[in-house]
């Protein structure tokens, strides 16, 4: 069974850092390319990031590219977020998912999600 | 980045049949562009219907299917529940970054 945990998720300033991590368990890890989706309370789903199984190829939405970065430790099974220079419009709950290939970049299967709230 | 357009909402009796689509900005929307659906209940997370356009996902009740329909991508409820009204959101693929529709309400009345 797929399991995706994801941690690290609290409340954090403009302008603050934080980094998620999502350990994963119920399939091979590297074969799959892992993505982070998040929604802001009340809105709907923005894609957020992904990285290839591999972890040699990532993707930004223009909303975060510069500001986020998508990693992932295959020896760990764990794909993390490391997000800088937090902004109000970040505030949301942000999901782990993992895809269906290595190199996909849309989620099949979702996280429960974690609370990141930025504000002062 | 390309906008991705669906329905604000749309209503369907018990038992009834409604198609949600998902258009592009820039154009038609093909196979190409890998159409996802996903659902998400009220308080719930997403869950994914449909990948690349038509295809299933084990869980993915027999009453949804996916297609192209009039240069959009199409999700068709056929024989509504009233468990199915939720949130329903495409996510379509641009070569770069993924962008999802805004997503369509779906009533069961």
């Known amino acids: 069974e797929v399991q995706l945990l994801e941690t690290g998720g609290g409340l954090v300033q403009p302008g603050g850092s934080l980094r998620l991590s999502c350990a994963a368990s119920g399939f091979t890890f590297s074969n799959y390319a892992m993505t982070w989706v998040r929604q802001a309370p009340g809105k709907g789903l923005e894609w957020v990031s992904a990285i290839s199984g591999s972890g040699d190829n990532t993707k930004y939405a223009d909303s975060v590219r510069g500001r986020f970065t998508i990693s992932r430790d295959n020896s760990k099974n764990t794909l993390y977020l490391q997000m800088n220079s937090l902004r109000a419009d970040d505030t949301a709950v942000y999901y782990c998912?993992?895809?269906?290939?290595?190199?996909?970049?849309?989620?099949?299967?979702w996280g429960q999600g974690t609370l990141i709230a930025v504000s002062s | 980045q390309a906008v991705v357009t669906q329905e604000p909402s749309l209503t369907v009796s018990p038992g009834g049949t409604v198609t949600l689509t998902c258009g592009s900005s820039t154009g038609t929307v093909t196979s190409g562009h890998f159409p996802y659906w996903f659902q998400q209940k009220p308080g719930q997370v997403p869950t994914t219907l449909i990948y690349?356009?038509?295809k299933k996902l084990p869980w993915t009740p027999a009453r949804f299917s996916g297609s192209l329909l009039g240069g959009k991508a199409a999700l068709t409820l056929s024989g509504a529940q009233p468990e199915d009204e939720a949130d329903y959101y495409c996510?379509?693929?641009?070569?770069?970054?993924?962008?999802f529709g805004g997503g369509t309400r779906l009533t069961v009345l």
């Open positions: 690349e356009t038509v």
């Open positions: 996510l379509l693929s641009f070569g770069g970054p993924g962008v």
């Open positions: 998912t993992k895809t269906l290939g290595p190199i996909a970049i849309k989620p099949g299967y």
